[in-house]
């Protein structure tokens, strides 16, 4: 099955932006593209407005929580029970001397 080019356009803004945002933004996880594929057909049907946008995005998508899809509800209860600091802290350096 071939994927409408409307569909491949979304997903490349969504990538390419999330590609080019700046270091304080890269470090914010935006999840898996299987999670971002999971939620592109919510994207479309209630934050189509907010494209390319990806922090709009997901506000939008959190405002609309109960409207959301079984599949990219999934992806935002997964996150919302995932510890905030997952991100591995630097190593001190002065500790392998």
């Known amino acids: 099955m071939r994927m409408p080019p409307a569909l491949l356009s979304l ?13 304080a933004f890269s470090q914010e996880y935006r999840g ?3 999670q971002q594929l999971a939620c ?5 049907r209630l ?3 907010k494209i390319p946008d990806v922090n709009r995005i997901v506000a ?3 405002q609309n929580t109960p409207q ?8 935002f209860d997964s996150n919302a ?5 997952a991100a591995p802290l630097p190593r001190d350096r002065r500790a392998y001397r």
Not at 11 to 23: H, M
Not at 40 to 44: E, G, K, L, S
Not at 81 to 85: F, L
Request: aromatic share 2%; net charge negative; charged share 15%.
């Open 11 to 23: 997903e490349i803004a969504v990538a390419g932006a999330i590609a080019v945002q700046s270091p």
């Open 81 to 85: 029970s995932a510890p905030q600091d």
């Open 47 to 49: 934050c189509g407005d």
């Open 32 to 34: 898996t593209i299987e």
């Open 40 to 44: 592109t057909p919510d994207v479309w």
């Open 68 to 75: 959301l899809s079984g599949a990219c509800r999934a992806v």
């Open 60 to 62: 939008c998508l959190q």
